[in-house]
């Protein structure tokens, strides 16, 4: 076979081999490495990422570091089976800056929202903020933190002034967005709060695969929305119903020629010239 089965052994807590100081993710990412370019498909044609997937028991817990470090070497990588849409965390941020349009009152979502890179509070400014007015939500704070300073609380001038500049937008959000389908102003966040941009600027992530998931979150709006028309509020109950109900959304295969990583359920009916099963996956 182009391809002939190896086997490497490593300890019993899957994790270090203390043979050669080499970790499971690290030893699989230089062996594609080497394998990349080198060696060939069936057809002769050399092997791209594309050809390869790793497969796993728990590729949501385990996928992380198989990611970090094929991504380490230069690798690209897509874990389809991390998890659902809904659980990703560039979803679950859309869906809070959502929810605070639709619902400013609701506090855990307005954190969520406001402590974002679209927004860049901080912890610390969040404290300061809920410390200058304890009663009525957090919206009402940020109310009453823009209009003066709270030296007591720490809320300063320039606190005061990201306060104001906060409140202005979300109005401004809040009133474009009545009567607009959720799908359209989804399409208006990303355009308008550079979250593309911020996303492909962190290197934490995998942008590749967030960019494919803010796409596939955009699609289930336009979706909704035309066998609907049922508007922002409407489409968050949907989603909240979703993510309740166990379902999945289908996620979007972010780069075709990029190293995949699935879980053994997954991967049937799936065809591979290179596998690797790692982490106890049979």
């Not at 198989?66 to 897509?78: D, K, S, W, Y």
């Not at 941009?197 to 289930?220: F, K, P």
Request: hydrophobic content about 40%; some cysteine; proline content about 6%.
């Amino acid at each position: 076979p182009a391809h002939p089965v190896e086997i490497r052994l490593l300890p019993k807590d899957n994790k270090k081999d203390e043979a050669d100081g080499m970790d499971e993710p690290a030893y699989v990412a230089d062996r594609i490495v080497q394998m990349i370019g080198r060696e060939r498909r069936e057809d002769g044609t050399p092997l791209v990422p594309g050809d390869i997937a790793i497969l796993l028991r728990s590729p949501g817990p385990d996928g992380a570091d198989f990611t970090r470090a094929l991504e380490a070497r230069g690798i690209r990588v897509h874990n389809r089976a991390s998890n659902t849409l809904y659980e990703q965390p560039e979803i679950l941020l859309m869906l809070s800056v959502l929810h605070s349009i639709d619902n400013p009152t609701r506090d855990i979502h307005l954190a969520a929202a406001m402590k974002s890179p679209i927004f860049g509070f901080t912890l610390d400014d969040l404290v300061r903020i809920r410390l200058a007015s304890r009663y009525g939500s957090l919206w009402d704070a940020v109310a009453v933190c823009a209009k003066e300073t709270v030296p007591d609380a720490g809320v300063d001038e320039d606190l005061c002034r990201r306060c104001g500049e906060f409140l202005d937008r979300l109005q401004t959000l809040r009133q474009d967005g009545r009567g607009m389908g959720a799908d359209k102003l989804m399409l208006r966040l990303y355009e308008g709060s550079r979250i593309l941009t911020l996303i492909e600027g962190d290197r934490s992530v995998d942008s590749v695969s967030a960019r494919a998931n803010l796409q596939a979150l955009y699609d289930e709006a336009r979706r909704f929305e035309n066998a609907t028309g049922g508007g922002l509020y409407p489409f968050l109950t949907h989603m909240e119903a979703v993510a309740k109900s166990g379902s999945t959304l289908p996620q979007k295969d972010a780069d075709p020629n990029a190293v995949r990583i699935l879980s053994i359920h997954q991967s049937k009916g799936l065809e591979f010239p290179v596998c690797f099963l790692a982490r106890n996956a049979v």
